[in-house]
């Protein structure tokens, strides 16, 4: 798999020469996040670097495996609780509400659902045993999925260099933090569903959702940056723990993004996502009509669907 190999490459130049294996901390992000990411770890085993991955032991798809070391540490949330946080956040998603009530809506339930996680990164920081055994271990560099900002914070923390394997930020974050050029004339924001083509008034919608778009992500990020501050003991913002990441690791394609600059630290690997392919399930009806919107890779589909079996 080219994309696989491609992303591993570029991790090996945060760690040692080819010759000499490395060691590697993994701090992952729960659910199909991880899937990914998994696919990447194991091919860093097998080329003999040492890999360890930091999970909680309350997880959905995080489960041990043979192909590399697993250091797994307490939390204060069950299973049971994890999932009711993750159902009110997929039901938000269903509804068809207009903008800006959506936001508004997905806003809510996002707060409850990074204050679950947060609880998480607070679990971790608490765990002395934990701490030890990693300051102990001499890692290279960290791997992570920054989402919800463990993995940054920790990187900090032991002053160590740091690999972001992610799909993206909320409020444009992926663009903002490595200083990437973002032209409202032609740049869409998230939820507007304008195209790259806006009339004057689209245009100016869309300035003023990027106006309040750190706003809400400081909201949304408000007890993390908190904790953070309180951990490295020196007060930080939401771009300073994320501006000094050594790569970005993109899970998508640039071909289906519009055009912007991108840093030279940022490397694109959408085919990453298609590491575990399965068969297409039988159709068995057909779509008479499809209406579409289409913003970036964002795709929604409104199907209507005949009685005719193919």
Not at 14 to 36: F, I, Q, T, Y
Not at 120 to 134: A, D, H, I, R
Not at 211 to 226: A, H, P, Q, R, T
Request: with cysteine; hydrophobic share 45%.
């Amino acid at each position: 798999n080219m994309t696989l190999r491609l992303c591993c490459a570029w991790i090996f130049i945060l760690l040692p020469g080819l010759s000499d294996a490395g060691k590697l901390l993994v701090v992952p992000m729960d659910g199909s996040h991880w899937l990914s990411m998994r696919q990447v770890v194991e091919k860093l085993t097998e080329r003999g670097h040492e890999v360890v991955v930091l999970i909680p032991e309350v997880s959905w798809q995080m489960k041990t495996t043979q192909a590399c070391t697993v250091k797994t540490y307490p939390v204060s949330y069950t299973l049971e609780e994890l999932d009711n946080a993750f159902h009110e956040y997929v039901a938000t998603h269903l509804k068809d509400l207009p903008f800006p009530l959506n936001v508004l809506v997905l806003y809510n339930n996002s707060v409850h659902v990074f204050h679950t996680f947060f609880v998480q990164c607070k679990n971790l920081f608490n765990s002395k045993e934990t701490l030890q055994y990693l300051n102990q271990s001499g890692f290279d560099a960290i791997l992570t999925d920054p989402i919800f900002m463990c993995g940054a914070t920790l990187a900090n923390y032991f002053s160590l260099p740091f690999v972001f394997f992610m799909r993206g930020f909320p409020c444009n974050l992926h663009y903002e933090a490595p200083q990437c050029p973002s032209p409202l004339s032609y740049t869409p924001r998230l939820f507007t569903f304008n195209s790259d083509r806006m009339t004057f008034f689209q245009r100016v919608e869309n300035a003023l959702v990027a106006l309040l778009e750190l706003v809400y992500c400081n909201s949304l990020y408000k007890d993390m940056i908190k904790f953070s501050s309180e951990v490295l003991q020196r007060d930080v913002s939401l771009l300073d723990l994320l501006n000094s990441a050594s790569i970005w690791l993109l899970r998508f394609d640039f071909v289906f993004e519009y055009v912007r600059p991108v840093m030279p630290n940022m490397v694109f690997i959408g085919g990453i996502n298609c590491a575990q392919r399965k068969p297409l399930c039988k159709v068995t009806h057909f779509p008479m009509k499809c209406d579409y919107v289409v913003s970036g890779s964002l795709v929604i589909w409104n199907f209507f669907i005949s009685g005719n079996d193919l």
